[in-house]
């Protein structure tokens, strides 16, 4: 059974989120060690849902699978999300994002910490303060979904298991914006 976030957890994530799944393994943002995954989770978000930062301590990569907003990094002009979206952002990142009105949104995060955390997600993912679109997105969702699943499990190989599944969740986000296209996926797998 799911319990609620702690104070310290809860302290992580975005307010105004109507619900959520969330595993969370380390709280501690380092910046020495290994790339770790330190948490992650799933949150479905109202129309009203808006987040502003200046600045997050953990190296963040975010992906939306559901629903339409609007996001924007430091004072720049906001760009829209949709499914398929994906960005970074975490320590000296400013961002403002939103659900467009009428719209709510799924969006999956997973956050990183330890030595080289930043570069591990743009190597394979997008820039910092960026988004980028994946046409191809039906197996990051999936891979997002399994690694919620084994961060929830409490066993001794949870860390483990969690940091390869991070490792591979970024593999497959580099997979996907390598092939754009295909054709070996059905677009109704992709919607």
Same mark, same amino acid.
């Given at each position: 059974?799911?319990?609620?976030?702690?104070?310290?957890?809860?302290?992580?994530?975005?307010?105004? =989120?109507?619900?959520? @799944? %969330?595993? #969370?393994?380390? !709280?501690?943002?380092?910046?020495? +060690?290994?790339? *770790?995954?330190? $948490?992650?989770?799933?949150?479905?978000?109202?129309?009203?849902?808006? =987040?502003?930062?200046? @600045? %997050?301590? #953990?190296?963040? !990569?975010?992906?939306?699978?559901? +629903?339409?907003? *609007?996001?924007? $990094?430091?004072?720049?002009?906001?760009?829209?999300?949709?499914?398929?979206?994906?960005?970074?952002?975490?320590?000296?990142?400013? !961002?403002?994002?939103?659900?467009?009105?009428?719209?709510?949104?799924?969006?999956?995060?997973?956050?990183?910490?330890?030595?080289?955390?930043?570069?591990?997600?743009?190597?394979?993912?997008?820039?910092?303060?960026?988004?980028?679109?994946?046409?191809?997105?039906?197996?990051?969702?999936?891979?997002?979904?399994?690694?919620?699943?084994?961060?929830?499990?409490?066993?001794?190989?949870?860390?483990?298991?969690?940091?390869?599944?991070?490792?591979?969740?970024?593999?497959?986000?580099?997979?996907?914006?390598?092939?754009?296209?295909?054709?070996?996926?059905?677009?109704?797998?992709?919607?």
């Amino acid at each position: 059974m799911a319990r609620a976030p702690s104070r310290q957890e809860q302290a992580l994530l975005a307010p105004d =989120v109507s619900s959520g @799944t %969330y595993f #969370f393994l380390d !709280l501690s943002p380092r910046s020495r +060690g290994p790339v *770790r995954v330190a $948490f992650g989770g799933r949150e479905r978000c109202g129309e009203n849902y808006l =987040v502003q930062r200046s @600045t %997050y301590p #953990f190296a963040t !990569l975010e992906y939306v699978a559901e +629903g339409e907003g *609007r996001i924007g $990094f430091h004072e720049g002009e906001s760009q829209p999300l949709r499914p398929g979206s994906l960005f970074a952002h975490g320590p000296g990142v400013a !961002l403002r994002m939103e659900a467009a009105p009428g719209q709510t949104l799924l969006k999956y995060f997973v956050c990183l910490t330890g030595h080289g955390a930043r570069s591990a997600i743009e190597a394979r993912g997008p820039a910092f303060g960026t988004e980028v679109r994946l046409t191809r997105h039906a197996d990051v969702r999936d891979m997002f979904d399994l690694l919620i699943r084994e961060g929830g499990e409490h066993t001794p190989f949870t860390r483990e298991i969690c940091d390869r599944l991070g490792e591979l969740l970024l593999l497959k986000i580099s997979e996907s914006r390598r092939h754009r296209s295909s054709g070996r996926r059905s677009p109704a797998r992709e919607k």
